[in-house]
């Protein structure tokens, strides 16, 4: 089972399913590395879980990795909603009577 990015939600849900049903303990090593293994289709979202060493169990992992793609997404949606690249839409002027 891999990340089909931007299915976070989707992914985290039917891997924590399909490895309880296989027998798996949540937070288990191997149970870990399988997370991990998924993960290795979006390659730059790996690369990010893996620089925060700070990660102390699968729950950190898990919610470590959904921060990252939600990120993303954002990023993306920030992107698709500029009229030129590298250019923000016009904000409207702010008063400043202080």
């Known amino acids: 089972m891999n990340l089909h990015f931007p299915l976070i939600d989707e992914y985290v849900a039917e891997f924590e399913d399909l490895a309880t049903l296989a027998g798996y303990t949540i ?11 998924g993960l290795t289709t979006s390659s730059d979202v790996f690369e990010k879980v893996m620089d925060h060493l ?3 169990n699968y729950y950190d992992l898990r ?17 698709q909603n500029t009229t030129t690249p590298g250019r923000f839409n016009q904000l409207p002027a702010f008063r400043q009577g202080y």
């Open 27 to 37: 937070g288990s090593i191997e149970m870990i590395n399988l997370f991990l293994k």
């Open 54 to 56: 700070m990660l102390n």
């Open 63 to 79: 919610d470590k990795a959904i921060s990252i793609i939600k990120a993303r997404q954002l990023v993306n949606a920030l992107k």
